[in-house]
């Protein structure tokens, strides 16, 4: 999200190699260093574990088409907040914005955060608290040094990317260079109807992030059709690795090595190349998780800062540190709650479990409601020049919206308070906006988005 309000719209700078780097390189993030595990403690065979990584991808696919043709409609730097406002009201708009800050995006800091916590300990172990201990420490770090002003530069986060790519090739060849792990069956959890809902929740939040691509579509080079390209090819690309590396967990570990595991790739490696593999692997995820971090604390923040600039009650956030070049206050209060975050998953005992639990219920119903959108606006703008419209329709967006639903009730049902507190943080924006509204908080956009 921009930096700065502006008389200058965004212009088109990106190529279709450019939006599948974005979109490639935000979706694979730690997450297939962590929740490959728990998706195998719920599988009641090896197949079905890697069934449900193809599942996942259809899935994706199908959600990829209906962003597509949104975005191609509607390029907007707004990405699901100008769909949600333009279907269905700028106060729905305003609770995607405000459960991006509270929930979304501070809940995948708090989870990252406890990635590099389980990978860290690996390498320098500090009781059974390293975890939570590193993970608040991560988010202190990255807060505090985005808060002076500390930029993503290009190169660096190249390094970092590279790190990750690097970590997942030498995880793929170790695990088929080993010989095949004995293999006894993870006992699966309830029946099977929720073993599948509770596995493609990880798999999903796994794939999360492709929408991400609905931010830039006001950016992208030549016909308007590049973005549905780019969305398209870059699923299949990481669908392709994700399934690679689950094969190679399967091969080197088991499936109920796989389940007893909280660091996968460090117990792969070391089963391959001893204790100095372990150190390494874990070196390569702590540091492009630390990218993963560091980028979703930059763009949460930006958020937080347009949401203040639109809403009188919540002008704190909205103001930009003109030295630091960085909206300062957004950032502190979104650090905040992420270490909130931290210390509810550690008083759980389930840290990154229960930060997956505080996201899924609500990250699913906006997933919902922006399918919603698609046939909202088909109807009220039937006339719209639509470059790229969804194959299928409207069989298509009633799969998508299908599969969101069950997920959303998958992860209502079959996890623990964690779904409950997300929840009830969305409610209390619905509540705080009531409040605001009563006495003229909002204020109209400056410039729109």
């Not at 970590?167 to 069956?185: C, D, H, K, R």
């Not at 973005?227 to 699923?235: K, N, Q, Y």
Request: include cysteine; aromatic fraction near 8%.
């Amino acid at each position: 999200m921009p930096g700065s309000l502006t008389e200058a719209a965004p212009g088109p700078t990106l190529r279709v190699t450019d939006v599948m780097a974005i979109v490639v390189g935000t979706v694979i993030g730690a997450g297939i260093f962590r929740t490959p595990s728990l998706v195998a403690a719920n599988a009641a065979s090896e197949p079905a574990a890697i069934l449900v990584w193809a599942a996942g991808g259809a899935i994706s696919l199908i959600g990829a088409l209906c962003y597509a043709e949104l975005a191609t409609t509607y390029p907007n730097a707004g990405g699901e907040y100008h769909y949600l406002a333009r279907a269905l009201g700028q106060r729905l708009a305003f609770l995607f914005a405000w459960a991006r800050i509270t929930v979304i995006q501070t809940g995948s800091i708090a989870l990252l955060a406890f990635v590099i916590g389980d990978y860290a300990s690996r390498l320098v172990p500090l009781g059974p608290q390293a975890p939570a201990v590193y993970a608040a420490l991560t988010v202190i770090a990255v807060t505090g040094l985005n808060a002076l002003g500390v930029r993503q530069g290009k190169r660096a986060q190249n390094v970092l990317t590279l790190a990750e790519v690097l970590g997942l090739a030498l995880v793929v060849v170790a695990g088929f260079l080993l010989a095949p792990s004995p293999t006894a069956p993870a006992a699966p959890a309830g029946s099977a109807t929720s073993a599948f809902g509770a596995m493609l929740i990880f798999v999903l939040l796994t794939y999360g992030g492709w929408n991400e691509a609905a931010y830039v579509s006001a950016e992208v080079r030549g016909p308007r059709r590049n973005i549905a390209r780019a969305l398209l090819w870059s699923i299949l690309v990481i669908t392709g690795l994700y399934v690679l590396v689950n094969l190679a967990y399967l091969r080197g570990l088991g499936l109920a090595g796989m389940a007893e595991s909280s660091a996968l790739a460090a117990d792969l490696m070391g089963r391959a190349a001893g204790a100095d593999g372990a150190r390494l692997i874990s070196l390569l995820i702590v540091t492009a998780a630390l990218s993963s971090v560091n980028a979703t604390v930059f763009t949460g923040a930006r958020t937080a800062y347009a949401l203040g600039r639109d809403f009188r009650a919540l002008a704190f956030l909205g103001r930009w540190h003109a030295g630091a070049g960085t909206p300062v206050n957004a950032l502190l209060a979104q650090g905040g709650v992420a270490l909130a975050l931290v210390l509810f998953g550690h008083a759980t005992r389930k840290g990154f479990e229960t930060m997956v639990e505080y996201t899924a219920p609500v990250f699913w119903l906006f997933f919902l409601l922006t399918g919603v959108s698609l046939f909202v606006l088909r109807r009220r703008e039937p006339d719209a020049r639509r470059p790229f419209s969804v194959p299928l329709y409207p069989l298509t967006p009633v799969a998508f919206c299908a599969a969101c639903a069950y997920l959303l009730y998958s992860s209502l049902v079959h996890t623990g308070a964690g779904a409950l507190v997300g929840m009830a943080v969305l409610a209390a924006g619905a509540v705080g906006l009531v409040w605001m509204e009563g006495r003229g908080g909002h204020a109209a956009p400056e410039g729109g988005r």
